[in-house]
Each structure stands twice: as C-alpha cells, then as structure tokens.
C-alpha cells in the first residue's frame, strides 16, 4: 500500500523597500526618453489605478553629455493635446485611450544641443527624495548592415512564411554588440480586421535581440530573426500561424544598433530571464543593471535604418 500525506507550509517573503526603475534611451539625433516607475512586489495588484501610481513624478533629472547639461522637462498624458496623444501611442505601441488610461509620464528634453550625438557620452543623474540614481551611456559609432533579405524556411511548398536575415561586419575590436528591431510598414489587405492599418506601428525587439563580437571579432558573419509580435495584440497575425513570421508582401523597416557593454549586459540578462520565466529547470538570472542607487537601464543606441521588401 502507498500513502501519502500532506503539509501545508507558509512563507513568509521579505517586503523589499521600493525602488526607483529606469528605462531610458537616446539615439544620435534624437532627445532622451526615460521613464521612471517603482519597483512592485511579485504579489502587489497589478489593476489601472495601481498602474497609474507606479509612475514617478517631479523627480530632478539632469542629462549631460560632458560639455552641457540639460534638466529634462516631465511630459504625462493627461497633458497633451489630442494629436500629441496619438504621437506618443504610436511611439509606444499603444492606443490613445491606453496611453490616456495608465497616465504614462515621460522625462525628455526640447533642447537639441542636448541630443544624441555619435561618440559621444551621455551621463544620467536622477533625485527624488531620498533617492539619488546615476547612470552612464556612449552612443557608439554605427556599423553598417551589409545586406538584408527575407528567406521562407518551410520546405512546404507555396508557403509565404519566414524570417529576416542579414549581413554585418564587425569591427577589429573586441567588445562590440548589437540590438535589432523591425517593423512592418505595408497594410493590412482589406478583407482584415484591421483593413488599412500599418501593420506594426513601432519597431519591436525579439527574444533575443541582442549579440556580441566574443566568437567573431573582425569577421562578416549572417545572423536571422523572426518577427516580434507586439505584447497583448488582438491582432490575427499575432494570434495564428502567422506569429513570430514575416510573410511574401511585408515591407520590414529595419533598425539596427550598436550599443555599449553596459546596455548590453542589461539587455542580455534580460532577455535571458524572460526567456526562462516559468521553467523551474531554468538557471536562474540577475538582470545586470547600468544604474547606480536604482535598477533599470540608461542606453545609447547608435542606429542604422534599412528596408526589406519580402518577396
């Protein structure tokens, strides 16, 4: 005979104090974008009013690239205009009524002397509070991307299905990494849901986006990736067989980045940590933070934009 029995267990998990998250960026010729919220525990509610508080507000923000600095001026949605509020959904990859909803507040800055240039060093100082964060950032020189194509990876015949792949040649020098996004910019046909919408309205990273030059230092190597759908989309190519590729008809923009080590230890250890969420074999991940006194990240991208058409 086989018995068994059972024990219920309570654990008591320490309540960490909230922390200040960074999620900051800026690219040659662009202004910095930060977004500043509260670290939450695993358990704390995750409904629109407790979204909403997570956002820090008033917090002194200074940027400089070694020569200025600049305080980076607090924009929320409940302060724009209309057509302001559908610029900043389509370059959040939300809907008007949602950027609205959730009261997203972004620190940035209107003074261009302060915007990314190629070089150049970017140093982050955040205080609110008691709480006083530091971050650095170089927007690296950019490496051209050497040739993009898309390529169907079924053997099944008459599939429209694939992947993007390209070209690069790394620079002499060990340490390089990279990110790469994409986005689809031609129309739904009109038979969709969604008949005359751009497709993907911002670019959008896969899992995983990032790699380094450690096995290919100085050499031209092709790389591939499959198509990120966008987080919660209603959309039907998010939802079917079609997720995950591009297809015969697609226009992809492409962006590729070069970024520091820094940004791409965080953006690794990121990624890793998504990728094994859930598993209880997974090893697990610290993510390696470039922030000082918070968590988050503060990143320059220097960035190459090229177009494949899928055909």
Wanted: hydrophobic share 35%.
């Amino acid at each position: 005979m086989v018995a068994g029995c059972e024990k219920e267990i309570t654990v008591d998990l320490p309540v960490a104090a909230p922390r200040i998250v960074v999620e900051g960026s800026i690219e040659q010729d662009g202004p910095p974008i930060v977004f500043l919220t509260w670290s939450q525990g695993y358990f704390e509610p995750t409904d629109v009013e407790s979204l909403q508080d997570l956002y820090v507000r008033d917090a002194d923000v200074i940027l400089s690239n070694g020569t200025i600095s600049d305080t980076l001026v607090m924009l929320c949605a409940d302060d724009l205009t209309d057509e302001e509020l559908q610029l900043a959904s389509e370059l959040l990859g939300l809907n008007p009524e949602q950027v609205s909803m959730l009261g997203i507040c972004v620190y940035t800055s209107f003074n261009q002397d302060i915007w990314g240039e190629l070089g150049k060093t970017y140093n982050l100082k955040i205080d609110y509070q008691d709480h006083h964060l530091t971050s650095t950032t170089k927007i690296n020189q950019t490496v051209e991307l050497d040739s993009l194509w898309f390529e169907i990876v079924s053997s099944q015949p008459n599939d429209s299905l694939g992947f993007a792949f390209g070209y690069i040649t790394d620079p002499d020098t060990l340490g390089n990494a990279y990110r790469w996004y994409a986005k689809r910019i031609n129309r739904y046909p009109s038979w969709s849901e969604h008949a005359g919408e751009q497709k993907d309205l911002v670019y959008l990273a896969p899992n995983p986006s990032v790699f380094d030059d450690e096995f290919f230092n100085g050499q031209t190597f092709e790389f591939g990736y499959f198509r990120a759908p966008l987080p919660n989309s209603d959309k039907e190519d998010d939802n079917n067989i079609e997720r995950g590729f591009f297809k015969i008809g697609d226009t992809i923009a492409v962006k590729g980045c070069v970024i520091d080590r820094g940004v791409f230890r965080f953006l690794s250890s990121f990624e890793d940590q998504v990728a094994n969420q859930g598993s209880p074999f997974a090893v697990p991940y610290n993510v390696e933070s470039n922030v000082t006194g918070g968590l988050g990240v503060w990143a320059g991208y220097g960035a190459i934009y090229d177009t494949i058409i899928c055909q």
